[in-house]
């Protein structure tokens, strides 16, 4: 088992139990590791301590728990294992910017006037609109088959995240993605990771996150599209990453998540970065060998 595969184990068996008491040496235990190893391959892996991705994820935890439910926020606070009401108020206030009870106040009020105003449930699914997902559009083979937005109700951190879905039953192998592109020229011999949280929902051939550089010719020099690590079926929130280099010669970077025939995906908390040359990459090889001499004239073979 490699290290992504470690981490992922580890996020799958905190998503599992995110509602009830969790140690680092209980996480480390479970991945096979003393807590100081898996500490240090967590935060490399993820940028985040253990202590801090737990508290993400219960601080959105609770907010959904302030939207969709009328709990007090006390139980809420200690729901989501916080020693005090206090302590709750301080790190959402430092996380959501506004203390939990106006949060629930502005957002309730949001999603009643999105509903009088549309007759839909607005607030949590903002559909097909190019300012819901500033910086992403939507393409691939079947773009018209598929919908991309922002969804405020499946949320990996923060009060949002960014979903994929097909609409129609569609042909074999018809695809979309959510994606977008930018120049290369910040990252021109780097070593870059693409990164994020994805969680599924009745995916039947397959998704994945992907990332590929070309150069002015629109040449591809690297690839990835996680064909050999699919993405299938339901799954909750995990991590996967992509990692390649950047030629001297590169001009593009396109990176996004593909979604391939029906089902979902939503993703969150993506991140772009430069990794050190210990990082390995995953560039998919595609180019392929060339015969000495035409074969198979007759098709008789």
């Known amino acids: 088992m490699n290290t992504k595969q470690i981490i992922q184990k580890s996020i799958a068996y905190m998503e599992q139990h995110l509602e009830q008491p969790l140690t680092l040496a209980d996480i480390a235990s479970y991945a096979g590791f003393s807590p100081h190893h898996f500490h240090r391959l967590f935060r490399r892996e993820i940028g985040l301590n253990i202590a801090d991705y737990l508290r993400r994820r219960r601080l959105a935890l609770a907010a959904q728990l302030l939207l969709h439910t009328e709990t007090p926020i006390i139980d809420i606070s200690l729901h989501c294992h916080f020693e005090s009401q206090e302590s709750f108020t301080r790190a959402f206030k430092k996380m959501y910017g506004i203390p939990p009870g106006r949060y629930r106040k502005i957002f309730l009020l949001h999603a009643q006037s999105s509903i009088q ?79 994020g949280f994805v969680k599924t929902d009745n995916v039947a051939e397959y998704c994945g996150l992907w990332m590929r550089i070309d150069n002015h010719a629109e040449d591809v020099l690297q690839f990835d599209n996680m064909n050999d690590r699919r993405i299938t079926g339901s799954t909750n929130w995990n991590h996967y990453a992509i990692v390649l280099d950047v030629p001297e010669e590169s001009a593009t970077i396109s990176i996004g998540v593909l979604l391939m025939g029906a089902g979902q995906v939503w993703v969150d908390s993506f991140r772009f970065e430069e990794v050190d040359l210990s990082v390995p990459t995953t560039h998919l090889d595609v180019h392929y060998e060339l015969l000495d001499e035409p074969s198979n004239l007759s098709f008789e073979e």
Do not use: C, I
């Not at 903002?126 to 939507?138: C, D, H, R, V, Y």
């Not at 990252?187 to 870059?192: D, L």
């Open 117 to 195: 105003a549309k007759g839909d449930d607005s607030m949590n699914q903002q559909t097909n609109n190019p300012s819901a997902l500033k910086g992403w559009f939507l393409s691939g083979s079947h773009p018209q088959d598929y919908e991309m937005g922002v969804d405020r109700t499946v949320v990996h951190q923060g009060s949002a995240s960014g979903y994929l879905r097909a609409l129609t039953p569609m042909d074999p192998g018809a695809f979309a993605t959510m994606m977008q592109q930018f120049k290369a020229d910040k990252y021109r011999g780097k070593r870059m990771r693409f990164s």
